[in-house]
Every structure is written in C-alpha cells, then in structure tokens.
C-alpha cells in the first residue's frame, strides 16, 4: 500500500471512530437520562409541584412522543441528531443548540486557560526538578503525585478559604472578566498539571540517558540549554498525546468548579438540566462536549505527529530524507524503526 493509501486509510478510520465515539454517547445519554426516576413530563409542566392535571400529563407526553415505545423514540432522535436538531428545552422552553451556543464559550474558555496553565506548571517543574538535582527531583515528583490525586471540590474550597476567608479578596464567586478565571482556572489545572508531568517525567528519564543528549552537554550546554533544546521535545511527546484525555477532563470538572464559583458555563447549566430531568438539554449538551472532545483529541493526534515523524505513516513507515540523509527526527536508511522501537527517542537534527 502506498503511504498516500496509508494515510487515507488512517483518515478513513479516524473518521469512523470519531462518528461511533459520537453515537455512542447519543445512545448511552439517552437511555440514562431515561432510567433515573421520575417523570420527564413533570419537566415540561413545570417541575413536580406545577399540580398539573392528568389530561394535561398525558398532552404533554403525547406532544413530545413520550408515550411511544422506547426504541422508537430513540430512532426518531437519532434521525434529529443526524441534522443537529437537538430539540427544545423543557425547562426554558428554547432551542438547546441556541443555549448550548451561550453556554459553551465560558467553559470552553475556562478549560483552555486551565490546560495552558497546567502545561506551563507541568513543564516548569520537570525544568526545575533536572536543573535542581535530586532533591529538586524528589519535591516535583512528589508534589506531581500530590496534585493529581486531589478533587477539584477539595481545592476549590481550599483556594476560597485562604484567598476569599484569610486574605479577604472577592474571589468567592467568579467575576466577569479575566480576575474571575483565576481560581476556577488554578483548581482545575492542579490535577491535570500533575498529571502531564509525571508522564513527561517518564520520557524525561529515557532521554537525559541518550547519547544526544550526553553530546549537548559536552559541547559545553548548560542545563537549560539541553532541556529546551533537546529533552523537551521528546519528553512532550506522551504528555500531548494525553492532551485530549486532559482536555476532556477539564470540561467535565467544570461541572464542580462552574457550581462552586457560581460561574456561568455549561457545566453548570448541565447540572441544573440533570436535577430537574430537562432530557433534550442535557443530551445536547452531552452530545456537543462530545463533539467538541473528539476534536481536541484529533488536534492532539496531528500535534503528536508533528513532534514525532515516526508516527506519520504507522511504526516503520517512515521514510528516508531525499538524498538518502536523515532529516529531522527521521532514522537513516537502512534503520527504517519497526514496532519494538517504536517508543525509542527520536535524533533531533544536529545530534551526533
């Protein structure tokens, strides 16, 4: 097969992943929702007091093919969501794509301010821990650890205590503006920042071993030099593959975090929507996240490739530079990689 063939036929299946990771959030949201007790019809009618009357009960749920059997309302639902018709909400009584479309910005916001900072955490800490030495070491991995264990509720509550309780600052509740994302951004990167950077940790063990890197610093290059020129690259490689992972996780915290800071998102939107048994939101809001994770996780696939050519093409796949010479990160003829080695560090351009 040729490598355009390869790379079609990868496309081709990323594709199909991505359209059955979708369908099967649509089908595992819809029968869920519907197996929590409780009558989705008092949702329509205003909730459990609205002391609607039985004709009116069974209006509603004839209105919004509730009285048909399941799987047909299911078939009838995939059929709106194949045209992204996710319906109206029960409760406010709009189009949930138009709700969905005012909520999703804050949180998205909200999660890619908390990635970048749990990036920027995970990565100066394996900087210092290698320039630090041992103890430095044994700090960052411990407090890596530390972090990645601990609930957002728990540093949510801890960061109101001593910035909102102690210090007196307004910080309780979020702000409309940048000071407002500081604290729900800090409590969800905490957790994913520990967690990038025990996996870039792992790499980092691997590569500071490697001959390259062993040359860098007998040419004279200083610890921070090696580590940003070198070591970084290779170590970033499994922590961005994790990226999408992280990205999802982000969004789902902000389901705690929007709460507790009472900070509009559609987290928040997403728990009211649950309590009160609003079934079209809370699918629509389900199946947009969805989307919105499958395409993180295709950007952080293409990024992986982009730091790591052996990717590109599958394990072995790789080809030589033109002229036989070895470009960057690319093994030389006659050293085409295979399976075994395929998690081996890559030859930045200029190493030895």
Not at 239 to 247: K, S
């Amino acid at each position: 097969m040729s490598a355009l063939g390869g790379r079609l036929r990868a496309l081709a299946l990323r594709l199909f992943g991505a359209v059955a990771v979708i369908w099967a959030v649509v089908t595992v949201t819809f029968l869920a929702v519907r197996a929590v007790p409780g009558d989705p019809v008092l949702a329509i009618l205003g909730g459990p007091g609205s002391n609607a009357t039985p004709e009116a009960v069974e209006q509603a749920r004839a209105d919004h093919g509730l009285d048909q059997p399941l799987w047909l309302q299911y078939v009838r639902y995939l059929g709106r969501v194949a045209v992204f018709d996710l319906g109206d909400s029960y409760d406010l009584r709009r189009p949930v794509t138009a709700i969905v479309g005012e909520q999703l910005p804050p949180t998205l916001g909200l999660a890619l301010v908390a990635l970048v900072l749990a990036w920027t955490l995970a990565v100066a800490f394996s900087w210092w821990s290698m320039r630090g030495g041992r103890v430095a070491w044994a700090i960052a991995s411990f407090l890596e650890a530390v972090g990645t264990v601990l609930p957002h509720f728990w540093i949510a509550t801890v960061l109101i205590a001593v910035f909102a309780v102690s210090l007196g600052l307004p910080v309780a509740v979020s702000r409309p503006g940048a000071g407002g994302l500081i604290l729900p951004a800090v409590t969800l990167a905490i957790p994913v920042a520990g967690f990038l950077g025990q996996v870039m940790r792992e790499r980092m063990l691997d590569t500071l071993e490697q001959p390259f890197v062993v040359a860098a610093r007998a040419r004279g290059l200083g610890d921070t030099q090696v580590y940003f020129r070198h070591v970084l690259r290779h170590a970033a490689v499994p922590a961005v593959a994790t990226t999408g992972w992280a990205f999802g996780s982000l969004v789902s915290g902000a389901v705690v975090v929007e709460t507790i800071f009472a900070r509009p998102g559609l987290g928040r939107t997403l728990l009211d929507a649950v309590m009160i048994r609003d079934v079209p939101l809370v699918c629509g809001a389900l199946i947009v996240v969805a989307i919105v994770y499958v395409l993180v996780t295709l950007a952080t696939e293409l990024a992986e490739r982009l730091l790591d050519p052996r990717i590109a093409g599958g394990a072995g796949a790789v080809e030589p530079a033109p002229g036989g010479a070895a470009g960057p990160g690319t093994p030389g003829p006659g050293s085409v990689r295979g399976p075994a080695d395929a998690h081996a560090p890559i030859t930045p351009a200029g190493a030895p």
